[in-house]
């Protein structure tokens, strides 16, 4: 048994939650410029511009989702699963919005591919919650934080003044 005093590890507040929202939206548009130049190359301009406007769909709103989840989890932690779950159907409705104003419009067919707009839409979706995904798993967020030690504690006294105004329960 060592008598050597662990390292402590530094605490610092990271925000990995912006790192994922912007590698997420990275992620997202090389699919989407990568379904544009195969749609340009198969369907001509029709299937780029189709494949280009279902990408750019994709991406704002899902930015726009992730960031106000984001955003609510670090001002409101307890109320992010409702925001989280009330976004989502802002999203399917803002996304079944745009999709039906396109079709309404005429542009649709003539100069957007159908096929290559929802695939777009598809394939954003499928490469923005892998991306998200991947870089969330390995994003180090604690569970708890630990409080701030005053210097008295950190040099090895006990401090009876911490132990009587600590809040039963933690923290909260």
Do not use: C, N
Not at 105 to 122: H, Q
Not at 126 to 152: K, N
């Amino acid at each position: 048994m060592s008598t050597e005093k662990p390292r402590e590890t530094p605490r610092t507040r990271r925000d990995g939650g912006s790192a994922v929202l912007v590698g997420a939206a990275l992620g997202t548009v090389a699919a989407g410029l990568l379904a544009t130049l195969v749609g340009a190359l198969v369907d001509g301009a029709p299937g780029a511009y189709g494949a280009l406007v279902g990408a750019a769909l994709v991406v704002v709103v899902f930015a726009f989702g992730s960031a106000t989840v984001h955003a609510v989890a670090g001002l409101l932690p307890a109320a992010s699963l409702v925001v989280a779950l009330l976004t989502y159907v802002l999203q399917l409705f803002v996304v079944l919005v745009v999709l039906s104003a396109l079709d309404g419009s005429g542009a649709v067919g003539d100069t957007l591919s159908r096929g290559w707009l929802a695939g777009a839409v598809i394939v954003g979706a499928l490469a923005w919650t892998f991306v998200q995904v991947a870089l969330a798993s390995r994003v180090r967020i604690p569970v708890y934080e630990l409080p701030e030690h005053d210097a008295g504690q950190a040099a090895g006294q006990d401090s009876a003044e911490h132990l009587t105004t600590a809040q039963p329960g933690g923290d909260r």
